[in-house]
């Protein structure tokens, strides 16, 4: 055997043996590389639970052609069933720009919804560092329109559905996209002498970034 060979046939056994030495001396298995993450041992779903805080951005499209702009802040909880599955609770406040202008009796009259909220419950399915989930919970929005001198607004109480997928960065940092979409049913609002009728039902795209406390 050439002397190459021997060089590496001893690197081989030492590399084979290092590890299993490394267990005998200190208890446990010799530490490995995490690259920014921990690994439990317990399955994908434990590295999501704890609580998380973010911000998130996206465009809504409203039912009747409100549409616009919105960003918030969200917030939750989430804890594991087995080892794949995570539920959990999430709540939101947003601000949006959805509005909408048309004339009625000769007068410029704009519909908006300025603000957004939801609490929600929240399961998905967990792929190492990637989560796509479901969601689904209740709603509530600004509904108000302004025209003839008057102004009329109302807190409307709804419905919100969504799905999303989320993807650790790191052990602390995740990111997000999801589809929402939200239902209130329309609403008559008196302006003056007029009945302006609105409808702040929305279907929203965004997206998002949390930290895990």
């Given at each position: 055997m050439s002397r190459a060979l021997k060089a590496l046939a001893l690197v081989a056994t030492v590399a084979a043996i290092t590890p299993a030495a490394a267990a005998d001396m200190y208890g446990s298995p010799a530490p490995s590389a995490s690259y920014g993450y921990q690994d439990s041992g317990a399955?994908?779903?434990?590295?999501?639970?704890?609580?998380?805080?973010?911000?998130?951005?996206?465009?809504?499209?409203?039912?009747?052609?409100?549409?616009?702009?919105?960003?918030?802040?969200?917030?939750?909880?989430?804890?594991?069933?087995?080892?794949?599955?995570?539920?959990?609770?999430?709540?939101?406040?947003?601000?949006?720009?959805?509005?909408?202008?048309?004339?009625s009796g000769g007068q410029l009259i704009k519909k908006s919804s300025d603000w957004n909220a939801a609490v929600r419950a929240r399961a998905g399915v967990a792929f190492d560092k990637v989560m796509p989930y479901a969601t689904v919970g209740v709603a509530f929005a600004d509904d108000t329109v302004k025209g003839f001198g008057a102004t009329d607004t109302t807190t409307k109480v709804g419905y919100v559905v969504g799905l999303g997928v989320e993807g650790r960065v790191t052990d602390k940092i995740s990111v997000?996209?999801?589809?929402?979409?939200?239902?209130?049913?329309?609403?008559?609002?008196?302006?003056?002498?007029?009945?302006?009728?609105?409808?702040v039902s929305s279907t929203v795209l965004r997206t998002g970034a949390a930290y895990k406390f």
């Open positions: 399955g994908p779903a434990s590295q999501w639970t704890g609580a998380y805080a973010g911000g998130q951005l996206g465009y809504a499209w409203g039912k009747e052609g409100l549409h616009g702009p919105q960003g918030g802040v969200y917030g939750g909880v989430n804890t594991a069933i087995g080892s794949n599955i995570v539920v959990g609770a999430e709540a939101e406040v947003n601000i949006g720009g959805q509005t909408r202008h048309t004339v997000k996209g999801e589809l929402m979409h939200t239902g209130f049913g329309g609403t008559s609002h008196v302006n003056a002498w007029t009945v302006q009728d609105n409808n």
